[in-house]
């Protein structure tokens, strides 16, 4: 399990974006083969917390797997343009 915070920055495009959207855009990026199984997200203005389930040899692995799903995110759906993953 990874657990992943994103926030809008002040050139972020979209600042609500609901939970479904926010899974479907990570479903739609995330490779066949990467472990990834169950999605969750919570959303408020400028914030999303994002909880990925995947097949992972250890938390840590998770935890990459996580970051850079989200981290892909942010750098190529428009709908994420101007997010950030943040560490809090």
Same mark, same amino acid.
């Not at 101007?82 to 809090?88: A, E, Q």
């Given at each position: 399990?990874?657990?992943?915070?994103?926030?809008?920055? /002040?050139? &972020?495009?979209?600042?609500?974006?609901?939970?479904?959207?926010?899974?479907? =855009? =990570?479903?739609? =990026?995330?490779?066949?083969?990467?472990?990834?199984?169950?999605?969750?997200?919570?959303? +408020?203005? /400028?914030?999303?917390?994002?909880?990925? *389930?995947?097949?992972?040899?250890? &938390?840590? +692995?998770? &935890?990459?797997?996580? &970051?850079?799903?989200?981290? =892909?995110?942010?750098?190529?759906?428009?709908? *994420?343009?101007?997010?950030?993953?943040?560490?809090?």
């Amino acid at each position: 399990m990874a657990s992943v915070a994103l926030a809008a920055t /002040g050139g &972020a495009r979209h600042h609500d974006m609901t939970a479904d959207v926010v899974v479907d =855009l =990570l479903w739609a =990026l995330a490779e066949p083969d990467s472990g990834l199984e169950h999605v969750r997200a919570a959303t +408020s203005p /400028g914030r999303v917390d994002v909880i990925l *389930f995947s097949i992972a040899e250890n &938390a840590l +692995s998770a &935890a990459e797997a996580g &970051a850079r799903l989200c981290e =892909l995110a942010t750098t190529t759906a428009p709908q *994420f343009e101007g997010w950030r993953i943040v560490h809090d």
